[in-house]
């Protein structure tokens, strides 16, 4: 696994694994163990997308940042 972070003028997170597992977007119900992490992402961030290379895949997280 490896983790990305990307600041131009948004910040941009990505997270890399070997896995060629589509990422799915769901609630998780109270007593789930996993399954929160993808609906995080989407109600947090203001752009979210899936990238497959020969490795596996990347889901990236973009967020604009605060003007100085």
């Known amino acids: 696994m490896r983790l990305t972070l990307i600041k131009d003028e948004t910040l941009i997170c990505e997270v890399s694994d070997g896995s060629s597992t589509s990422p799915h977007l769901r609630r998780a119900r109270v007593y789930d163990e996993g399954g929160r992490g993808l609906y995080m992402v989407a109600e947090l961030t203001q ?9 596996g895949k990347t889901i990236w997280a ?6 100085p």
């Not at 752009?47 to 490795?55: E, F, N, P, Q």
């Not at 973009?62 to 003007?67: A, D, G, I, M």
């Open 47 to 55: 752009r979210w997308g899936t990238r497959y290379t020969h490795d």
């Open 62 to 67: 973009e967020q604009p940042l605060p003007r």
